[in-house]
């Protein structure tokens, strides 16, 4: 059983200005937004809650096929998907950065009365849940990563061409109100051909393109995904901190978001981690191989509880 709840604060999403933000430092208290999020549980189940966070450009519904599955296993899990700010059904900030974005979480967990979780975040998401595991280890019972690591993402260099092609985008068919979304959509996926040449990425940014009020928007706040772009693609500077709860590092053998080189900051970290590479996974590494996926979570999970 799917439990929905959704809080979204509309804002402006027509924009030109880019801007660079500074290196990230802890928020003050009191800045978490409310996120939306739906929460699959089914009598029986047991154990931490399982709170996922998805990437970037991505949404709660991204992991729904998976988080329903799950739910339903032998090994019974209550799974709650999240929005993150600035995404899905979340409100629009002009400020993003891990330690706001970790302050959502815990403000959640402290909504649903969650005491300790069960953390799973994809690519930035597992940034997210980093960060949260590392300045509120008492919240996190174990922490999941999925394809990506606590240093620079290796698209960094590639995103900026793309996020001011969806700008682009939304100029040209902001006012095209007679359009079917699905025209809309595939106009946007050939004019995302000249930055991004996977085809599967292009549709799943496309996928974003909604109709808002006769206007062609981005769901995700694209202004303010560009002007704290420098918070997203790094990762904070953690000194003499560490997260010592058991943590599960999942790639993808195709993927290099997890390579061989980082794995000493990792350990240095995330001491009790373990890392594993799924066979023939890219970079979704849950939608790729969902079953082997699902295989390796599960047996990590009930190591951890036992």
Known sequence: MAFRRAICKPSSLFYFAVRQKSSQKPSLSGQGVCLSYRNYQEPGSSGPPVVITHGLMGNKDNWHSLSKLWSKKEDRYTVITVDVRNHGESPHTQSMDYFLMSEDIINLLDELMIDKAC??????????????????????????????????????????????????????????????????????????KEVEPESLVRQFLASNLIQKNNRFVWKVYLDSIINNFSNICGFPEFINVQYNGPTLFVGGSESKYISESEEPEIKRLFPKSQIQHIEGAGHWVHSDKPSAFLDVVNKFLKENQE
């Not at 960060?131 to 996190?140: G, I, K």
């Not at 290796?154 to 900026?160: C, G, H, L, M």
């Not at 699905?182 to 004019?191: D, E, F, L, P, Y």
């Open 119 to 192: 953390l799973l975040g994809h690519s930035m998401g597992g940034k997210m849940s980093m960060v949260t595991a590392l300045q509120h280890p008492e919240r996190v019972d174990s922490l999941i990563v999925v394809d990506v690591s606590p240093t620079v993402s290796p698209r960094a260099k590639t995103y900026p061409a793309f996020l001011q092609t969806m700008l682009k985008i939304q100029v040209q068919l902001y006012m095209q109100q007679d359009l079917p979304v699905s025209t809309a959509r595939k106009i946007a996926t050939n004019m995302l």
